[in-house]
């Protein structure tokens, strides 16, 4: 089970060989993406994690303004427990997601598709 946002990067990191990852670590531009990711088709795009034990997710005005100006290929990779698998939203899901948590529709539900979603960007 995973724990924590740490716990999912690792466990990203680990399982997709295929992507190039940059972790984000910034204090100076609040509501920056956990995760800059690039494929094999040349494609920037950005990953907010996010762990939860409920349905609920908790996001910060910055957060949400980034999602809504930057909505091009930036992503929500949400998740309650490995059991339940992954849910991969669009930035320009954020609000709804905000407000709905899990039980809002993701693009993509399961690590394989999540990630094959990605990977074709």
Not at 26 to 36: A, I
Not at 85 to 98: D, R, T, V, W
Request: hydrophobic share 35%; net charge positive; glycine share 4%.
């Amino acid at each position: 089970m995973v724990k924590n946002e740490s716990e999912l990067w690792q466990y990203l990191k680990k399982k997709t060989p295929n992507i190039k990852w940059t972790k984000i670590e910034n204090t100076s531009h609040l509501g920056t993406p956990d995760l800059l990711g690039y494929n094999k088709n040349k494609t920037f795009f950005t990953v907010e994690l996010k762990v939860t034990k409920r349905h609920k997710l908790k996001f910060s005005p910055h957060q949400i303004a980034f999602h809504i100006q930057h909505s091009k290929n930036s992503f929500i990779l949400a998740i309650q427990s490995l059991d339940q698998g992954l849910k991969l939203y669009e930035g320009n899901q954020i609000e709804s997601l905000a407000t709905r948590g899990l039980k809002l529709e993701p693009i993509c539900e399961g690590f394989e598709s999540c990630i094959e979603k990605l990977e074709e960007l």
